[in-house]
Structures are given as C-alpha cells and as structure tokens.
C-alpha cells in the first residue's frame, strides 16, 4: 500500500527559516505535492515534484529524493500567515491515488 | 471560473441514518476524489471517480458508497451512520487522473450524534 511519515508539529519564530520532512512508501510513484490548510479552510495545493530536484515558488521551496523515498517543504521568511497545517501527498500505487500524510501543524511564534 | 462547491457545508444526524453529500468540481475537471478528515488523521481516501466509475477505494467499510454522473458532479452516501463517522468530508477534483494539482471544496462537517 501507501504510506507517508511526516512530523505532527513543528515551531518556529517569524523571519525564519522551517523545513518539514516527508517520506513515503508506494509504488508505481507518480509524484510527491504538499498542501497548506488553514484552521476550518479548504487544503491548497502549494508544489509538486516528480523528479529529482529542488523546485522554488516565491518563499516556498520543495525537494525530492526519488532515490530515498524522500522530499521536504522549505519555507522561508516565515510570516505569522504561515501558521497552518502542511500535508505532503503522494501519487502513486495501482490507479495513481493521491493519499496525503497525517499533516504537520506549524505554528509561527512573534 | 467557479471553485469546488460542497453542499451542504454543516449536517447533524442521528446514529442509523444515512447521509448524501455533494460536491461539484471546477468546469471541465473530470476527476473527483473524497477524503475524510478527523483530528489527527490527516486526509484518508475514500475513493476517486473519473468519467462516471469508481477508479480507487480506500480503506472504508461498504457503508460508504459514491457516485458520479455524466457532469463529473459526484455524491457520496453513508448509510447505517456510526459517531466515529463524525467528520469533514472533503471533495477534490482535478483535470484528469495524473493532474499534478487538486482543487479542494471547502467541506461538508458532519457531526452524528
């Protein structure tokens, strides 16, 4: 089957810099995304990677290790917007489904 | 271009009722998938439908159940309702089965009680 492994909270303070860790377990990979979810909203879709490789988008970054079954979200400059849940989710196994982590809950302190 | 619309976004039941949720996807996406999402669980899959059939299930007993119609719009229905089913049901839908994005609805909170 599928599974992700993924922190359940990290803390860190505005203007800094905060990685989350994410691996996974699946076959027949597609690609590994990461999601943002404010408290009582929608998940939004902030990356995806399906090679190898660092992709940037504004302060947000993300990075995939095929190799190790691996990826991260960094995010940089962190602002007190940024506290929210982050999921990875990978693509993959028969059909292709996207199965999401259990989510990290990052809290960003003044 | 209009978003994902869940309906109805609140619903309290009585244990032993069933349920029917909606979710239309974004104009022209063919993929829909659902998720339950509970306190420390994170997002478990339901099942996905592209093109009217069913494509993945998850993990669920058979009391959960789904459909799409030729729209793409999707419902799924819980029957014989359990207090552990008390959650958000979210709805996703994409462009096709390999979209490298998914676009959430906002939700249906179903509380049984």
């Known amino acids: 089957g599928q599974s992700l492994e993924q922190p359940s909270e990290v803390t860190a303070v505005e203007g800094a810099i905060v990685q989350i860790n994410c691996t996974y377990q699946?076959?027949?990979?597609?690609?590994l995304s990461w999601y943002q979810q404010h408290d009582g909203g929608a998940p939004t879709f902030l990356s995806y990677n399906a090679l190898d490789g660092l992709e940037e988008t504004g302060r947000f970054s993300s990075f995939l290790s095929r190799s190790d079954s691996y990826g991260y979200l960094l995010l940089q400059e962190l602002q007190m917007k940024d506290s929210a849940s982050y999921f990875c989710a990978v693509r993959g196994g028969v059909g292709g489904k996207l199965i999401f982590g259990q989510g990290t809950e990052l809290s960003v302190k003044p | 271009k209009a978003g994902v619309t869940q309906t109805p976004r609140y619903l309290i039941k009585t244990r032993g009722q069933q349920v029917t949720l909606s979710c239309s996807p974004i104009?022209?996406?063919?993929?829909v998938s659902w998720y339950q999402q509970t306190p420390g669980q994170g997002l478990q899959f339901l099942f996905e439908y592209f093109s009217e059939t069913q494509r993945n299930k998850g993990n669920f007993p058979g009391r959960f159940s789904g459909r799409q119609f030729s729209n793409s719009r999707s419902e799924m229905n819980v029957s014989t309702l359990e207090l552990g089913d008390s959650a958000l049901y979210l709805c996703?839908?994409?462009?096709?089965?390999?979209?490298?994005?998914?676009?959430f609805g906002q939700g249906t909170r179903l509380t049984v009680v």
């Open positions: 104009s022209g996406h063919r993929s």
């Open positions: 699946t076959s027949g990979f597609y690609g």
């Open positions: 996703a839908s994409s462009v096709d089965r390999e979209a490298t994005e998914a676009f």
